[in-house]
C-alpha cells in the first residue's frame, strides 16, 4: 500500500484518539497519608484535607485520592506501604509523623515511579520528593516581631513562650530575635510552652509571678495563646493594656480578631490548609500542561480585623 501523507494523517489522529481514549478511561491514585490529629491545628488540617478531597474528586472524576491518618510512625509506614500494594498509587502526598522513620517507607514508594509530594516535616534523605509544601517557619516568626515593633517603644518589656524544642521552634524564635534585635525592646525571658494550652497557662503564670511589668506576650501558637490569656484573666491583668501575639490561624482565634479583641489583636498564619494545597499541587501535576515540581512554601500572613474573614472557617475543628 502507497503511503501518502492524508495516510499517516488518519494514522496518527486514530493513534491519539485511542491514547486519549484510554487516558480517559484510566483513574489518577493518590494516596494522602498524615498522623491522625491530636491537637487543634491537626484536626484543622485534616477538616481541610477532607474537603479537598470532596472539591477535587467532584473537579476531576478520573482522580481518586486516598485519604488515611495513622497514630504513630510505625502504622503511618505500614498505610503507606499498603497504598503502593493494595491501591497501586500513582503518587503519594505525605505529612511524615517524624523524618527518620518515614524516609525509607516514601523512597520505596518513589522506587515505584510515583511521584511523591512532602508536607511540612522534610524527610532525613534530601531529593526523594518531586514537590515539597510547607509553612514559613522562620517568617512567622519575623512577622510577629515586626507587628510588635509597630506597638512598642523602647523600653517595653515582653516575653516569650516557645514551642516543642525542635527544629520548627528553632526557626521561629532565632527569626523573632533577629527582627527584634535593636528595637530597645526587653525581652524578659522566654520558655518553652510545648504548643499546648495547659502549659502554655503554666509558663504565663510563672512570668507573672516574677515580672511586674509586661507589655507584650510572643505566645508563637494560638493554643499557647489560650493557656496565656486564661493566665492573665485569672490574675486580673487582662486589662492593663498587655497584648498578645499567637500563631496559626485557630478559628476562635480569628472570630475574636474579627470582632476586636484588643487582648488579642492579631494572629500569624501557619495554614492548617497547607496538606489542601499539598494535594492542589499534586492533582496539577497530572492535569497541568506546565511543570508543578519544587518547593511551595507558604506565606505567614499577619491577620487583622480587616482580612480576617479572608481566614474563618466556621466548619472547620480548628
Known amino acids: 500500500m502507497k503511503l501518502t501523507k492524508s495516510t499517516f494523517v488518519a494514522a496518527a489522529t486514530g493513534a491519539m484518539m ?14 494522602v497519608s498524615y498522623p491522625t490529629p491530636t491537637h487543634a491545628w491537626a484536626a484543622g488540617m485534616n477538616w481541610h484535607a477532607e474537603q479537598a478531597e470532596k472539591r477535587l474528586e467532584e473537579l476531576y472524576p478520573d482522580v481518586d485520592l486516598i485519604l488515611v491518618n495513622s497514630p504513630d510512625p510505625g502504622a503511618q509506614a505500614s498505610a503507606i506501604e499498603d497504598l503502593v500494594s493494595v491501591n497501586q498509587i500513582d503518587a503519594l502526598v505525605v505529612l511524615p509523623f517524624e523524618s527518620e522513620p518515614l524516609t525509607d517507607p516514601v523512597l520505596n514508594v518513589k522506587k515505584t515511579g510515583a511521584l511523591i509530594t512532602v508536607v511540612d ?41 516557645r514551642g516543642i524544642p525542635t527544629l520548627i521552634d528553632n526557626e521561629r524564635f532565632d527569626a523573632f530575635m533577629a527582627e527584634m ?57 487582662d486589662g492593663d493594656g498587655m497584648f498578645v501575639v499567637g500563631g496559626a490561624g485557630m478559628k476562635e482565634t480569628i472570630k475574636g480578631i ?27 501535576a497530572f492535569k497541568s500542561n506546565g511543570p508543578v515540581a519544587g518547593r511551595y512554601i507558604l506565606g505567614a500572613t499577619l491577620i487583622t480585623q480587616e482580612n480576617a474573614a479572608d481566614f474563618y472557617f466556621p466548619d472547620s475543628p480548628f
Not at 486519549?20 to 491514585?29: E, P, R
Not at 484588643?262 to 496539577?284: G, K, R
Request: no cysteine; net charge negative.
Open 18 to 31: 485511542l491514547a486519549g481514549s484510554a487516558f480517559a478511561q484510566d483513574t489518577i491514585k493518590i494516596g
Open 181 to 237: 534585635e535593636g528595637s530597645g525592646v526587653n525581652v524578659l525571658d522566654h520558655k518553652h510552652a510545648n504548643w499546648n494550652r495547659d502549659d502554655g497557662f503554666e509558663v504565663m503564670q510563672d512570668f507573672l509571678s516574677r515580672f511586674p511589668d509586661i507589655d507584650a506576650v510572643w505566645a508563637q501558637d494560638d493554643d499557647i495563646a489560650i493557656g496565656v490569656v486564661a493566665a492573665l484573666k485569672q490574675a486580673g491583668r
Open 258 to 284: 474579627m470582632d476586636g479583641d484588643e487582648l488579642v489583636p492579631v494572629d500569624v498564619l501557619y495554614p492548617p490548609s497547607m496538606i489542601a494545597t499539598a494535594m492542589d499541587v499534586t492533582v496539577n
Open 121 to 161: 516535616r522534610g524527610l532525613s534523605l534530601p531529593g526523594i520528593e518531586d514537590i515539597y509544601v510547607a509553612g514559613n517557619n522562620p517568617e512567622l516568626g519575623r512577622v510577629s516581631a515586626q507587628y510588635m515593633k509597630t506597638r512598642l517603644k523602647d523600653g517595653d518589656n515582653i516575653v516569650v513562650l
